[in-house]
């Protein structure tokens, strides 16, 4: 049981940890980290992120405390990958399922885009800054930056056919948020920021199941159909 409640914490928390997410076919022109940290009022669990992008490949790092793991996104395949290092185990999942919500239904399902045209630098990179404001005034303020990639999270709603309109366009022209900025109810918080990105090659092996890793995918498809009904 300790084993399951484990995997199950990774897999939350690779659904929570990232605002945007890219289509399949768009190829990535940066290789390197990109290393995030987040508020802990976005995400106690997972204060530090190493972003990781070679090719098309996604690995996305988490450490926490003792607990270890990884992300891996592999769009050729359509599968993502949650590497669990304290059991030596994996969960593999078919990203098509999380693309083909019809149900989608969000805070930011109305809401326009406003791209301000000012530029900042964060971590050495330049940024154009957007504001997305929704019908209940709350508003994102995001750094985009091209020519690093996009931000992959497959089952994040912004990678459903139904996201808005700018969220389309973000995952259609390939752009990485630096900085995301929330402001709801009168309250700002700096939600994710960049704090350094390195621009180098990656070892192959980074970006696969390690040799000896369990599968747990129909243990944890057993754990989650339980907690549907």
């Known amino acids: ?36 940290k987040f508020s802990q009022e976005f995400n106690e669990n997972t204060p530090e992120m190493a972003y990781m992008v070679k090719n098309s490949k996604i690995r996305i ?5 003792n607990e270890h793991g990884a992300m891996l996104y592999l769009p050729a395949d359509s599968t993502m990958i949650v590497l669990i290092d304290k059991v030596h185990s994996y969960i593999k999942m078919n990203t098509n399922q999380f693309r083909n919500d019809d149900n989608y239904k969000g805070k930011w399902e109305n809401s326009h885009l406003d791209k301000t045209g000012q530029m900042k630098t964060i971590a050495g990179y330049k940024c154009e800054v957007w504001k997305v404001s929704n019908n209940d005034g709350d508003q994102l303020t995001m750094c985009m930056a091209k020519g690093l990639g996009t931000f992959m999270t497959p089952g994040n709603p912004m990678n459903n056919k139904n996201a808005p309109d700018w969220a389309r366009e973000i995952i259609k022209k390939g752009y990485m948020p ?12 700096t939600e994710m920021q960049a704090t350094k990105i390195e621009k180098k090659s990656l070892d192959a092996s980074l970006f696969k199941i390690p040799d000896g890793y369990r599968d747990m995918t129909s243990m944890m498809q057993g754990v989650m159909n339980k907690y549907k009904h």
Do not use: D, P
Not at 61 to 65: C, H, L, Y
């Open 61 to 65: 790092q988490f450490n926490s405390g």
């Open 1 to 36: 049981m300790k084993k399951i409640k484990l995997a199950l914490r990774y897999f939350i928390v690779c659904f929570l940890v990232s605002v945007f997410s890219v289509s399949l076919a768009r190829a990535q022109q940066f290789e390197g980290i990109i290393h995030y």
């Open 178 to 189: 630096l900085e995301v900025v929330k402001e709801e109810g009168g309250h700002k918080t």
